[in-house]
């Protein structure tokens, strides 16, 4: 009688945002006892979006931690276009920021995309300018947007040397599944992006070596569509109903991953949870990437962050 293979390892990672943040830390210190240089994050918000509110409240809590400067600017709904376009462009003229990040979503009457465009590519410290995904289109040095950059750190820290493995990406936003595909071409990796017109997406997610799933709906990978052993890597955090009907005839919530996490864990080799795995290195490679922009603006080469 064959034994049931062993659920995939768990990959913590808020563990290792945590020890990210530490060596960004470090890195930090050095950098100011040696340049003089303190890297700065400034943070825009409009409106009065609790999510969003509770995010940027992380955001500046953990920059303090890391010994960065933590500038946070809350404008109200009522702000207009052309009062962000200014305070962008003041933070842009500011030798003490080196990354600013434009808190989304915004209001209906402020174009999100003509906001990101304002915004210094040497400063657009998530990712999004379109230079930087030139950059990181053609190999050059540049800003990374921050979920796929830790995704790729969790992954070269589980995984070692990725070249050749077979990588499938399920979604192709510009935020994760572009950029993402990008980063493992980077590594060697042979790269599928699959997306709401794939034709026999189970089929193709069973080729994945890693699997990575970033699609916006709350557990639709399931464990048949994971090859034995493979590492997933999921993205999602949507919120559903709690499983107690009580609770969520009350309007309470669970958080789910893109992956139905029990029946895939039951056959990937690793996988990260959701809650605790992709979500907390958003917040540290947005550190890490601060860190990036202070030492290019100081004409100094960046530590290596990796584990």
């Not at 962000?84 to 003229?93: S, T, Y």
């Not at 089929?203 to 639709?220: F, H, N, Q, Y």
């Not at 009907?245 to 789910?256: D, I, Q």
Request: glycine share 10%; charged share 20%.
């Amino acid at each position: 009688m064959t034994a049931d293979p062993a659920p995939a390892t768990l990959i913590d990672g808020k563990a290792f945002a945590a020890g990210l943040v530490d060596r960004v830390a470090a890195a930090s210190a050095r950098l100011q006892q040696t340049q003089g240089v303190t890297p700065g994050l400034a943070v825009v918000i409009v409106g009065e979006d609790p999510a969003s509110q509770i995010y940027v409240r992380n955001k500046g809590e953990t920059t303090l931690r890391a010994g960065m400067r933590s500038d946070t600017h809350r404008l109200s709904d009522a702000a207009t276009q052309a009062e962000l376009l200014a305070l962008i462009a003041d933070l842009n003229a500011d030798a003490g920021i080196h990354g600013i990040l434009v808190q989304l979503p915004l209001p209906a009457h402020i174009d999100s995309a003509a906001v990101l465009g304002a915004i210094d590519p040497d400063k657009d410290v998530d990712g999004f300018h379109v230079v930087n995904a030139g950059r990181l289109a053609v190999g050059l040095p540049g800003l990374v947007p921050c979920t796929p950059l830790g995704c790729l750190m969790l992954l070269k820290a589980e995984l070692g040397d990725l070249s050749g493995l077979n990588a499938v990406i399920v979604g192709r936003s510009n935020i994760v599944g572009k950029p993402m595909a990008q980063l493992l071409l980077g590594e060697s990796c042979t790269v599928t992006v699959a997306h709401s017109r794939t034709r026999d997406l189970p089929a193709l997610c069973r080729t994945a070596d890693i699997l990575v799933a970033a699609v916006g709906r709350p557990e639709m990978v399931r464990g048949d569509w994971i090859r034995p052993g493979a590492t997933v890597i999921d993205v999602g955090i949507n919120r559903v109903p709690s499983r107690d009907p009580v609770k969520a005839a009350e309007g309470k919530t669970r958080v789910v991953g893109d992956v139905a996490f029990e029946e895939a864990r039951a056959v990937a080799g690793r996988i990260t949870p959701v809650p605790g795995g992709v979500g907390p290195m958003t917040i540290a490679c947005l550190l890490a990437n601060t860190y990036t922009a202070a030492c290019r603006a100081a004409g100094v080469t960046p530590e290596t962050l990796d584990a």
